[in-house]
């Protein structure tokens, strides 16, 4: 059975700190994606890795993949208040079926 | 950008009957998903559909839940006979390949009372 675990799962940090969140999962998968959660709201999709050493940026923050040890990093750079989220990763399993496995989520709270 | 409907956006029921969760998903997308949230948990997975019909279901999707593309556009969940602990956040999701990524809707938030 697929695992994914995240952490930290609560981080609060300064603005204009950098932090890093960590995803490890337990079997082989050549997918990993990254989703930001706002309270009662949807999934919002931040990055889809696709292969092992892929790193994808977007504004403050950059997502990397290493297939090989079964990690995946979230870095925040410069952290500013709107990042204030619960961030997920999750895992498509390779050769199975369309499915994803979610961490249990980082709760960012970034405090002026 | 396209998006993923969901209706209703909060649903209250009452401890044993049955509710539809209805989605849209966006046009050109081929496979369709549902997963839920008990509040301040993690996202699981329900169910996946592809070319009408069910391709994976988890061990939450008994009996009690159904799934059904009734025309070309709508994927529904039935939820029969509810239960307390039904209550979630419940997310459809669409995607047209998985290197593209999934499209999650804004979700139903279904409380059984």
């Known amino acids: 059975e697929l695992k994914v675990e995240q952490n930290p799962l609560f981080l609060s940090m300064q603005e204009g700190k950098n932090y890093t969140i960590y995803c490890n999962y337990s079997t082989t998968s050549d997918r990993l994606y990254w989703y930001r959660q706002d309270p009662g709201k949807s999934l919002e999709s931040l990055f889809v890795?696709?292969?092992?050493?892929a790193v994808k940026q977007e504004g403050r923050l950059m997502a990397s993949l290493d297939t090989k040890a079964r990690l995946s990093t979230l870095h925040i750079t410069a952290a500013v208040h709107d990042l204030s989220a619960t961030y997920f990763c999750?895992?498509?399993?390779?050769?199975?079926?369309?499915?994803?496995?979610f961490g249990k989520g980082t709760k960012l709270t970034v405090n002026p | 950008e396209p998006e993923v409907t969901q209706t209703p956006s909060h649903q209250v029921t009452q401890m044993g009957q049955e509710v539809i969760l209805r989605c849209v998903p966006i046009?050109?997308?081929?496979?369709f998903y549902w997963y839920r949230q008990i509040l301040g948990q993690k996202v699981e997975f329900l169910v996946s559909f592809y070319n009408n019909e069910i391709s994976e279901k988890s061990e939450i999707f008994d009996d009690q839940f159904s799934v059904e593309r009734p025309d070309g556009s709508n994927f529904t969940l039935k939820i029969r006979s509810t239960k307390l602990e039904d209550s979630a956040m419940y997310f459809c999701?669409?995607?047209?390949?998985?290197?593209?990524?999934?499209?999650f809707g804004s979700g139903t938030r279904l409380t059984v009372v």
């Open positions: 046009s050109n997308h081929l496979y």
């Open positions: 890795l696709l292969s092992n050493g």
């Open positions: 999701a669409s995607s047209i390949e998985r290197d593209y990524g999934y499209t």
């Open positions: 999750a895992v498509d399993i390779q050769g199975g079926s369309e499915k994803l496995v």
